[in-house]
């Protein structure tokens, strides 16, 4: 009654034209994302003494350059510092309080969690700016501690949403369970509540962290040999040398960043959470 | 309301990478008739459906939709009705909105829309819901939408699948009837596919029972349900006691004699193959045309336990011969003597001898 | 919900599982009416300082009246909209290639989309600027080739802004879409198509309209966004474009003008408010399952 597959005329398949048209746009897409970073990362390689192309060769000099060049190295250290340190500020704070935000009914609760998140939405230059000049009339000026409680201010809300949205996911089961098998508030809220939301806290702390790193407008005011950072620096170096430092300062920064999101992701698989 | 035309697969297979889904496959469905694809997860009766509507492109073979060869058509252009599982209810659009749907898309004008669309409101009894949105109503509800939907633009043929997966249990019985009478009343070709049997048996015209990527037996419900040509179709239709067996004679090439494992009795039973003396067999017998005789007559068996389902008893006793219980459905409660040892006896009428799948 | 369920609902709470209490987010309330909602009122109030006149609206009247600065409160907007416009031109193919085709390639797409966070800002508009500058990579392949005569002046243009704000926020748009997108069973389209809408019809339909709400959250976050972005204007618009956040930065560079410089971010601060005001009013549910 059926003859066997191999027997029978074979159809082509359907051509999905639109489907192909779409592939190529979003390969092109793709390139032009990754272009410009692409061509950074091969001009700091770049053996000439300015940017010329075609290059003339292979060399290192400008990540020797980068090295010997102090501002370079004393702002990528500053840099880093405040990134992790901020990042830690802001989990303290951010964490419990989304934690209660995340599932407390009450319209208070709702305030909360939209205050947590506030200062995204506010452009950072006018943050900074309004900063600098408060924590000036405190007399606190230009400072390492300034700057740290400037860059929390802006890593409060990046931790805060990717812990709410991952506390929110949960089922309640969960800490109803440990509290049926016989846990108190405490012991469930260590071992059952925060070892689920460790990726969230830790996806939104990375995020903190390169969003720190990268932060030019709120770092710029607090600007001074000791509390410079890296973009400001790199910024000022543009604006009077123009030659591949930058290149090989930012590769080094790219690869800085990417190592330790390639860390986090493996110890902590924030992968998943990609909103 | 144009006539319902009749549907034709010819040598339809699909694979998807390594997995050969479905084997070439051929199947007609009468204009006015409601096919059942029946089996399991993985059977290939999804994929058959979506072959029909055009989401997919079998590897080989064609679709005929009355005379036409539609399998190069993509589905906006084959004039099907469908309802999916989930209704697949459009949610920024109320009912009213949701029933146009395929009207304006045929372009029809406003007002004879209005008209078509409070027809089959009407058909399945949801007039005053037209403003409602759809997130109001419930699941029966919205499987009406959906059937409205799908029907409101007179199609050739109607593609249900599980339609009524997610309605609960008593819904679910009278929506079996409610969408079998109005497919009759419409005489619209239709094919439901579903893994519930009792779904196939009420509601079709005839069944295609599938396994793996193929048709293992088609007919009308009753014969496959009272004549199953295989242990997999008979279980999979309903609860079926299996006993090993031993074919002693064939005095007749209706008949032959079977002596059971476990028991010294030779039954005569029929026989639909041509058996072998000597061949090792299976008798398929339901549940509720076997009958327990406490005084130990017959099959002998040891009571396990039993437990009344409302309209009926069911006993799980074990039988030497056969790894799995044995269940019997009666009417009343029977007196089980203390040492639990009871007799099974069956009408041969209705047993099924069946050859002995390879392992 | 009737009532039985809300009843249970607050029980819950009380039940002692390990959920905290109010009192844990004291702290970062605190933290943040001190470092974020006090400066900015203080920086209010600086908008209005008129030095020993006192409270005064002089200086959003310059902002408005002045032709120079009313141009540039206009351009900060037309860029904002030109570029959130750019982005969801741009973005939404990719966001819906991503959900309905991508399969496995989905992670590297994502991947592609955040590296370029991974990278300072001041990196990527380094990279146009070696890319496009007169001597740059693009002008020298063309002008070897034959196709230029001189090197083309792409760079210190309004089209190369655009072009590096489109990079640079692209991204947001495309996750914003791609969220509510995932939501939106693919067994809708396919109900059109069976209906009778080709698929282009039930695109516009059905899809489009479901994906409401990831577009106008990704409007907004771009347009916000733009808004408080000055370095791609400094570094690749040659002056060609000076908006708001560009004249706060070069006026707290060049001039003391403390209390304009405040006006100029108040304004900014307003547009923020109103979009977050909006995004949360008109952005309600994330997407529907159907």
Known sequence: MTAAVTELPRRRARRNYAALALGLYVLAFMTFLLLPIAVVVIVSFSSASFIAFPMPGVSLQWYSRVFEYAPFMQSLKVSIQIAVSSALCGAILGVPAALWAARSPGVAANIVSNFLLAPLSVPAIVLGFSLLYLLAAISMGVSFLSLLITHTVVAIPYIARTVLAVYRAVPPDFEEAAAALGANPWRTFWRVTLPTIRPGIFAGATFAVLISLDNLPLSFFFGSSETNTLPVVMLSYMQNQFDPSIAAISTIQMLIALVALLIINALYGIEKLTA | ?359 | ?290
């Open chain 3, 1 to 290: 919900m009737d009532a039985s369920v809300a009843v249970s609902r607050r029980r819950r709470g009380q039940l002692h599982t390990g959920r905290l209490g109010p009192a844990w987010a004291l702290p970062a309330i605190l933290f943040l009416c001190g470092f974020f909602l006090l400066p900015l009122a203080a920086n209010i109030l600086r908008g209005l300082d008129g030095g020993s006149a006192g409270l005064t609206l002089a200086h959003y009247v310059r902002l408005i009246t002045d032709a120079y600065y009313a141009g540039v409160v206009i351009e900060t907007f037309k860029v904002a909209i030109i570029t959130t416009l750019s982005c969801l031109i741009v973005g939404y193919p990719v966001a819906y290639f991503m959900v309905r085709y991508a399969g496995r390639w989905n992670s590297v797409m994502v991947f592609c989309l955040i590296a370029p966070l991974l990278t300072s800002i001041i990196m990527r508009t380094f990279g146009w600027t070696v890319l496009f500058s007169r001597k740059g990579l693009i002008n020298n392949w063309l002008t070897s080739i034959g196709v230029l005569d001189r090197p083309l002046r792409i760079l210190d243009t309004e089209l190369m802004v655009y072009v590096g704000l489109v990079h640079v926020l692209v991204p947001f748009m495309v996750l914003s879409i791609t969220s509510v997108l995932q939501g939106i069973d693919e067994r809708l389209e396919e109900s059109a198509q069976i209906l009778g809408a080709s698929p282009v019809r039930a695109f516009f339909r059905i899809t489009l309209p479901l994906s409401l709400d990831g577009i106008a959250t990704g409007c907004i976050l771009v347009f916000v966004l733009t808004n408080g972005s000055f370095l791609t204007m400094l570094l690749l618009g040659g002056g060609k474009i000076t908006t708001l956040s560009l004249l706060i930065y070069q006026q707290f560079t060049l001039t003391q003008e403390v209390a304009f410089a405040a006006a100029m971010g108040n304004i900014l601060l307003l547009c923020a408010v109103v979009a977050l005001a909006i995004q949360l009013r008109f952005v309600r549910r994330k997407g529907v399952k159907s």
């Open chain 2, 1 to 359: 309301m144009q006539h319902s035309l009749p549907l034709r697969l010819e040598q339809i297979s699909k694979s998807f990478g390594h997995v050969q889904a479905l084997h070439p496959l051929s199947l007609e469905v009468q204009p006015g008739e409601m096919l059942a694809l029946l089996g399991p997860s993985g059977c290939g009766k999804t994929t058959t459906l979506r072959i029909v509507a055009g989401f997919s492109m079998p590897d080989t073979g064609s679709v005929y939709i009355g005379d036409n060869d539609v399998t190069e058509l993509p589905p906006h252009k084959r004039k099907l009705g469908m309802v999916f599982q989930n209704y697949s209810l459009f949610p920024h659009m109320n009912v009213a909105e949701n029933i146009a749907f395929g009207l304006q898309m045929r372009n029809m004008a406003k007002s004879e829309i209005g008209i078509r669309v409070a027809e089959m409101l009407r058909m399945v009894r949801l007039e005053k819901f037209a403003d409602r949105s759809i997130h109001q109503l419930s699941g029966g509800q919205q499987q009406r939408v959906a059937l409205a939907r799908s029907l409101v633009t007179d199609p050739a043929i109607l593609l249900l699948d599980e339609p009524l997966g997610a309605l609960d249990k008593s819904l679910r019985e009278s929506m079996q009837f409610e969408l079998r009478e109005i497919q009759k009343k419409l005489g619209i070709t239709a094919i439901i596919v579903t893994h519930d049997q009792e779904e196939a048996l009420t509601m079709s015209d005839r069944i295609a029972v599938m396994s793996m990527g193929r048709v293992v037996q088609i007919g009308a419900p009753i014969e496959i349900y009272q004549r199953p040509q295989s242990q997999f179709v008979s279980e999979f239709l309903g609860t079926a006691n299996i006993l090993p067996g031993e074919v002693l004679g064939h005095p007749q090439s209706e008949q032959a004699i079977v002596r059971l494992d476990g028991s010294r009795a030779e039954i005569s039973l029929n026989s639909n193959e041509a058996v072998r003396v000597g061949s090792r067999v299976n008798v398929a017998l339901r549940p509720e045309r076997m009958w327990i005789d406490s005084s130990g007559d017959g099959i002998p068996a040891r009571f396990r336990a039993a437990v009344f389902r409302g309209s009926y008893y069911a006993y799980e006793l074990d039988v030497q011969g056969s790894e799995k219980p044995v269940y019997v459905y009666t009417n009343e409660p029977i007196e089980v003597p203390s040492d639990g040892v009871v007799g099974l006896g069956f009408n041969p009428d209705y047993s099924i001898l069946l050859m002995q799948e390879a392992a």
